[in-house]
């Protein structure tokens, strides 16, 4: 039985720390696991280790490939846990040598809650949901700042009218008082692509960063036909665009993939992967039936 394949998977990018990471982060998380490493040679960042993982069932891709990008808050992790001894466990483990966005605390909106980039600068907002209205417990939330402020409900509508089986669950808007944000403005939305919960917001306040390609988020395609719908859909940089990824026109990075390239890279010989590898730093967007013949010489 084959087994089915999220379609969207959150990629992270490490200077040398993929391993580490991902070794750490399912250690702290229950139903969590390394499900891959492979290792490419000889690409633009060298030696470059990647490793598969799950947390909480859900899949991640981690990338070592140099100090090129660094996460920041503009986009997160929201953990909904159950219980607040499961939220106060996580809050130790993740902050312990990061950096407190917002103290662990009760909240308005929430019975406990607390916003932290992590020893690693991942940032991650922990929160008790003991309610959930959606099994997934682990959220990508994009925030959208300086010049990309109140363009929030713009890109939900954007992404939900490109991915299927999505919908808008619920949009909170800021009021008056809430100064420096403008009344109506998206103070937390969530909202379904392919079946996946994802969250957005507005923020006025001064932020010195932007959406980077140290979270990208890779979409899983079956046909070239489908890998042509969403390479179409979405690239809006075009200098952006090298071995399947791509920035849309908010500035978030995609990478659009073949649902078989991990397969062959999990379960490839050396000499296969090197082929494999050696065809797709070549292209800009993917070419399945080119990466089939690399792959069997």
């Keep these: 039985m084959t087994k089915t394949i999220q379609k969207i998977t959150p990629h992270l990018w490490f200077d040398k720390e993929a391993k580490d990471a991902a070794e750490f982060y399912t250690s702290i998380f229950s139903n969590s696991k390394v499900t891959n490493v492979t290792t490419l040679h000889n690409t633009p960042s060298g030696d470059t280790d990647i490793v598969s993982f799950e947390l909480r069932k859900m899949p991640f891709i981690a990338i070592s490939a140099g100090p090129f990008f660094k996460f920041n808050p503009s986009i997160s992790f929201l953990v909904s846990c159950n219980t607040t001894d499961e939220s106060e466990r996580l809050w130790q483990r993740l902050s312990k040598h990061g950096e407190i966005l917002m103290e662990y605390n009760t909240y308005p909106w929430a019975e406990r809650y607390g916003w932290l980039n992590d020893r690693f600068g991942l940032s991650w907002q922990i929160m008790v949901h003991r309610e959930q209205i959606n099994k997934q417990s682990i959220s990508p939330v994009l ?87 969403y390479w179409n859909k979405l690239s809006a940089v075009p200098e952006s665009e090298q071995c399947g990824w791509l920035k849309d026109k908010f500035g978030i990075s995609w990478q659009i993939v073949p649902s078989g390239m991990e397969e062959m890279m999990k379960k490839g010989s050396k000499e296969q992967i090197a082929r494999v590898t050696k065809s797709f730093l070549k292209m800009k967007k993917f070419d399945i039936t080119k990466l089939k013949q690399a792959y069997e010489g």
């Excluded at 100064?179 to 403005?185: I, L, V």
């Excluded at 392919?194 to 306040?205: P, T």
């Design 143 to 229: 925030m959208f700042v300086g010049s990309l402020y109140g363009k929030a409900e713009e890109a939900i509508n954007y992404y939900t009218s490109i991915f299927p089986k999505s919908k808008i669950r619920h949009i909170t808007r800021y009021n008056d008082g809430e100064e420096p944000d403008k009344k109506g403005n998206v103070k937390f939305a969530s909202f379904i692509l392919e079946g996946q919960e994802f969250g957005a917001l507005d923020s006025a306040h001064e932020h010195n960063f932007a959406f980077n390609e140290a979270i990208s988020f890779i979409i899983h395609c079956d046909t070239q036909k489908e890998i042509d719908y």
